[in-house]
């Protein structure tokens, strides 16, 4: 079923990303984590449908925020970061996906590693451990190109500083800040090690990012010891190398 | 119709004519997996037919391949949405495994390394709908698209072809997979676009 949301709010991201906040009349409510389908449709009737992680936290008031990362060659991203306008109409279907989710009833350590716009869903997840004062402790560990390509940054600053959770850690793989401490690269084995809730505490693990980067990221989780039962990942894009 | 998107005309192409629907053409191979990849070394692999209770068949890596295996060239239909035609895969038959399982099961469970299950009627299993796949566009399967080896059945939806298969398990009553009990179709036929529950 198809339900047609109001585009109620924009806000660039990053040179390149827009959130687009949604009002949905008959939105059923989601989990932190799902992710809904997004279509357009030409005036002949031709369509196009992609799915978006959901960005907010669940709410009552049928607000859907999406953040969309616009790809150079994309059908349907460019036009969600560049032409939709306050007031369109779009139709949305979900939400949907029941196991890349977290829900307030849970108290264990919470693990999330993010690449790129891979930190969508898991944004969603930290809204909603604030919106609904869980104390279940976080930690974030966010690979990014390049400071210019952090989402939510100022967002993820306050809540780190003033709720304490996440604990923050940035990677950049390009370029980094000014006198910061690590060179760029991928994450590795060890970053990981040390940035990651020691697997003694048995925290769920969320990692959501290319294709690439999930492979790499849940194998140095699985390599520190956790689990493959606490290990949920969400994977976008291609694989690397060979087709 | 739906609501007509303002200004937006989208990207059409030939191979649209080809294409379940509400699918979009990729050249690229995206990967859906719900957790980490196993990898499962070739010696300790193994492939069994069972009926809940008892193994009824059982292969071990060498004994697999040394079955018939055929070249597969199919198109591919993932429910996030992307397709890609013309695939080229080379697998075992689901009719060469089961030539010899006398069985009146209904219903079959694939079972996987790393705990991933997904369920299908049998007779989608049979009559050259199905194949135990091992190597991908000339080359062995990799560990993220499901290698050693991935049932193949391109008629539904991909995640019915579950990765790093193990086995078969044969059932009388049907028996949701993981998916499917995360709100996923139960049959997920892309052609009639079963996507999610109720469709």
Known sequence: MWRIGTVVDLRDETATARTITLQVP?????????????????????????????ASAPNTEGRVEITVEG??????????????????????????????VWRTEQTEPIQLIA?????????????????????????????????????????????????????????????????????????????????????????????CGPTPFVESAAGFLSACGNGQDKIRTERFGPTGGRK | MGTISRGFSGRRTAADAKLPPGQYLTNDFPVLSAGPTPHVALDKWE??????????????????????????????????????????????????????????????????????????????????QAWIAFRFDDDDLAPEHGGPARLLVPHLYLWKSAKWVRGITLMHEDHPGFWETLGYNNYGDPWREQRYQGD
């Open chain 1, 115 to 207: 690449g790129g716009s891979g930190i969508v869903p898991l944004m969603a997840m930290i809204r909603s451990r604030a919106a609904s004062g869980s104390s279940a402790p976080f930690r974030l560990l966010y690979s990014v190109r390049e400071p210019g390509a952090v989402f939510y940054r100022d967002e993820l600053r306050k809540r780190s500083e003033n709720e304490h959770s996440p604990t923050l850690t940035y990677a950049y793989t390009r370029i980094t800040p000014k006198d910061w401490p690590r060179p760029p690269g991928r994450i590795g084995a060890s970053l990981v090690a040390e940035a990651a809730w020691p697997s003694q505490l048995v925290p769920t693990c969320y990692v």
């Open chain 1, 71 to 100: 790809l150079p060659n994309g059908e349907v991203s460019p036009y969600l970061t560049q032409q939709v306008a306050s007031g369109d109409r779009l139709e949305l279907r979900g939400p949907l996906g029941g196991w890349f």
């Open chain 1, 26 to 54: 008959d939105w059923p409510g989601h989990l932190a984590g799902q992710h809904v389908d997004v279509r357009l449709t030409a005036a002949d009737g031709y369509s196009a449908a992609r799915s978006y992680s959901i």
């Open chain 2, 47 to 128: 492939f069994t037919i069972d009926d809940g209770t008892n193994v009824i068949k059982r292969w071990n890596w060498k004994a697999f391949r040394d079955l018939p295996a055929e070249t597969i060239t199919v198109d591919i239909h993932c429910v996030t949405r992307w397709s890609k035609l013309g695939t080229v895969w080379e697998g075992v038959s689901l009719d060469t495994l089961f030539a010899d399982v006398k069985t009146d099961a209904e219903f079959a469970l694939a079972r996987s390394y790393g705990d991933y299950t997904t369920n299908l009627p049998l007779q989608d299993l049979m009559d050259k």
